[in-house]
């Protein structure tokens, strides 16, 4: 079974400028969970979603936004890129919204804003 | 909200040694605990889980234990080969009154194995 796929791998961007991430989630997978990886803070939450409807919001600025398709594959979008947005950003997909569901990462899309 | 603390944030072994690796978290509720594994450039794979109704889990030459009264929990890595030199973290995930994160991550510890 393929794991979890993140396209771009890499991405280098200018502060200002907008980003879609995307990610394709293990086959029959329905909820998908993004996290924010820096040096400094470790891993911390995005959002999850399920069903095509966000389901849980970390605190982040609401140029950070994302979406659900109904094939369970997911996006994310940063709007007015700053240098703090300099991360590996993680996705992570599980097979239900079950509070106890092992949650399964790719290999992340490093952005790298300048 | 639930807050984990994780430590060492650095670790060696010599090869062959055993590798422990300690994490702590502040809701009482909380009931999964799973264990990433996160070699360079690639995101962090899951080696194990232990629910909060289980004091102690094993798989080969990795165990994780739970002490539900003290509120932490354990990696215990046996045998250290130089393959298992990765960056680990432990995760708690809260009960629902406690925050709306799914899981909240230790901040990791870099393990090296030197052969």
């Known amino acids: 079974k393929a794991g979890v796929t993140q396209t771009p791998r890499y991405l280098i961007k200018t502060r200002g400028q907008q980003v879609t991430l995307s990610c394709s989630p293990i086959s029959g997978h329905r909820s998908v969970s993004w996290y924010q990886q820096t040096p400094g803070q470790g891993l911390q939450f995005l959002f999850e979603y399920f069903s095509e409807t966000q389901r849980n919001k970390g605190n982040f600025p609401g140029r950070f936004s994302g979406r659900q398709f109904s094939n369970s594959r997911s996006e994310m979008n940063v709007s007015t890129l700053e240098l703090g947005d300099s991360a590996l950003y993680l996705c992570?997909?599980?097979?239900?919204?079950?509070?106890?569901?092992?949650?399964?990462f790719g290999n992340g899309t490093r952005l790298t804003v300048t | 909200g639930e807050n984990v603390e994780q430590h060492p944030s650095t670790l060696s072994v010599q090869e062959g040694d055993s590798a422990v690796i300690k994490c702590t978290y502040s809701?009482?509720?909380?009931?999964?605990f799973p264990w990433y594994k996160q070699e360079l450039g690639k995101g962090p794979q899951l080696i194990i889980d232990?629910?909060?109704?289980?004091g102690e889990k094993k798989d080969q030459r990795i165990a994780v234990t739970l002490n539900k009264t003290a509120k932490h929990f354990s990696l215990h890595i046996t045998e250290t080969q130089p393959e298992d030199s990765a960056v680990y973290f432990c995760a708690a995930l809260p009960s629902r009154n406690s925050g709306n994160t799914p899981l909240v991550f230790g901040k990791g510890t870099r393990l090296s194995v030197i052969a």
């Open positions: 992570a997909s599980s097979l239900d919204r079950g509070r106890i569901t092992p949650l399964h």
């Open positions: 232990i629910r909060s109704n289980v």
């Open positions: 809701d009482s509720a909380s009931n999964y």
